[in-house]
């Protein structure tokens, strides 16, 4: 995303966007003027998260075979999706995060999000799965060579991400049907959700348990025979 | 196809957030009574063919959503009874009734968004703000029908050659976790000699260009600005039109700028809807002179 040519205003942006932008959001939303309308702000923030990592992917370069590997990470995502009571998307994300990196963790997770929210219903609620999904996947490329080792931690990893996950969603039902943050509606809504978060840890953990090896050792195969 | 498909994705994309934007960040009950049949209305007329389940579904999240409110939330001045030492009032009923009001309006909104928006204008979009993101999607969503076709042909091969059997679960199971293998070692391989080929035609030489049939014409422009005019004139009519819910319902008098704002936002909703009616009345028309 080259609009802005200025290679200067472009770094001054990268820095002001996440650490003052963002702050400042968060500070003008607590002060009394948008007393009920945190949703704005945490919308707001979602959306200038996304587009500076898009913007940071663009400028970079990177390999054909790189992204073409990230397109099959996604569209597998999009067709586990399918499958009922099996929620692949933030398993695939962590494996592809470890083997491939952070970056390409993200962005099958997040795009992942995107792309099926057109088969299972697009809303306003996309920017922030697609957040989630994403962090999830960035996270996991930070801590590949862990996570790489140990097989356990892993699976702690898997399942955690899968309650972290059903809790930001629910912070966001309660900041859409409220506007601004509510105790007990917020755990109503956990309790409330409590199904889809059970299944959302286990099915985590059931397909990084299956899968996680096999899975890895074909990208580790692929990226020394093709040297992605 | 309907007189909106036909419009420039930017400008319809413009459009849906600017409608399901201010029904979004507004609890007016005007505006989201507005929003919701605005909403309602349009997708009734763009299609027609979905099933009345789906709706009735969505009467029923209407429903819950509602009555959750006044269970947890116990503001108000009006109390309806006592529940368990916790009175339910009429003003925590109201505010919920216009919290799923909101909800809805925008999931309707969104669902036609969905039904509009097609891949190839997804990937217009895209093209414009980041070629590189759009190549990936692109790709992704080629990936999707690809694997299908590919699951099945695998598993006809593999039932063919005796290794395939759906006797029992654990079989079943077993079966479908190679196929599952077999199609993501295929799928990489796949993919590399695409991307080699990609590689080989010149991909990265230059900043990718991507080929679209949308143009921007006239009526593109004359809609977004409409949609615009109203936009700007509702969210500075609504600024005006204070309403609150808690401790009682209070609103400030209408004036000219509420008025305004109520109006401007009330045509912003019904654009599509009159666009799609339009355009059908005059091909009945041009077909009855036929």
Not at chain 1, 24 to 38: D, V
Not at chain 1, 44 to 67: C, D, H, I, V, Y
Request: with cysteine; hydrophobic share 55%.
């Amino acid at each position: 995303m080259n609009v802005i040519k200025n290679r200067n205003i472009r770094n001054a942006l990268k820095i002001i966007v996440p650490f003052v932008i963002i702050p400042l959001l968060a500070a003008l939303g607590s002060a009394a003027m948008f007393e009920k309308r945190h949703i704005i702000i945490s919308l707001a923030a979602a959306a200038f998260s996304l587009l500076l990592f898009s913007a940071g992917f663009e400028r970079k370069a990177t390999g054909g075979r790189r992204m073409v590997i990230v397109a099959i990470m996604i569209a597998l995502c999009i067709v586990g999706r399918f499958i009922p009571f099996f929620k692949p998307v933030t398993a695939i994300s962590i494996i592809t995060a470890i083997y491939l990196g952070g970056e390409a963790g993200f962005l099958t997770g997040s795009l992942a999000a995107f792309l099926s929210n057109f088969y299972f219903g697009q809303g306003p609620w996309t920017a922030f799965q697609m957040l989630a999904w994403g962090l999830t996947g960035l996270i996991a490329g930070y801590l590949a060579e862990p996570l790489k080792r140990h097989k356990l931690l892993l699976l702690i990893y898997g399942a955690f991400s899968g309650v972290i996950y059903s809790f930001v969603m629910d912070v966001w039902t309660v900041l859409w049907y409220n506007g601004g943050f509510d105790g007990t509606l917020f755990l109503s809504a956990v309790v409330s959700a409590l199904p889809f978060t059970v299944v959302y840890a286990v099915s985590n953990l059931a397909f990084l348990w299956l899968m996680a090896r096999p899975f890895g050792e074909k990208l580790e195969r692929i990226k020394i025979k093709y040297g992605v | 196809m309907g007189a909106i498909d036909r419009i420039n994705p930017v400008a319809a994309a413009v459009y849906f957030l600017a409608a399901a934007g201010i029904a979004m960040f507004s609890m007016n009950p005007v505006i989201l009574s507005l929003s919701l049949s605005g909403a309602v209305c349009f997708f009734f007329i763009k299609s027609r063919s979905t099933g009345i389940k789906s709706h009735l579904y969505s009467l029923l999240l209407f429903i819950v959503m509602a009555l959750i409110n006044p269970f947890v939330n116990h503001n108000g001045v009006t109390v309806l009874f006592i529940m368990n030492d916790n009175p339910i009032t009429l003003e925590a009923l109201i505010y919920g009734i216009a919290a799923s009001a909101m909800i809805i309006s925008v999931l309707y909104w969104f669902r036609s968004f969905t039904e509009i928006m097609t891949s190839d204008k997804l990937l217009y979009i895209f093209g414009r703000l980041s070629p590189k993101l759009a190549l990936i999607l692109s790709m992704a969503l080629r990936f999707v029908p690809m694997f299908g076709n590919q699951l099945y042909k695998t598993e006809q091969a593999q039932k063919a050659a005796g290794l395939y059997k759906e006797d029992n679960i654990a079989d079943t199971f077993k079966g479908k976790t190679d196929i599952f293998s077999i199609i993501i070692t295929w799928g990489l391989e796949n993919g590399i000699i695409t991307a080699d080929s990609m590689t080989a035609r010149g991909y990265g030489c230059a900043r990718r260009t991507s080929f679209s049939l949308f143009r921007w014409r006239k009526g593109d422009f004359i809609f977004l600005a409409i949609t615009a005019a109203l936009f700007a004139a509702s969210l500075w009519g609504t600024m005006a039109a204070d309403f609150a819910y808690y401790p009682a319902i209070a609103f400030s008098e209408a004036d000219y700028r509420t008025v305004t704002g109520f109006t401007s936002y009330g045509l912003l909703v019904f654009l599509p809807s009159i666009f799609e009616i339009k355009e059908a009345l005059r091909w009945k028309y041009l077909k009855s002179k036929i």
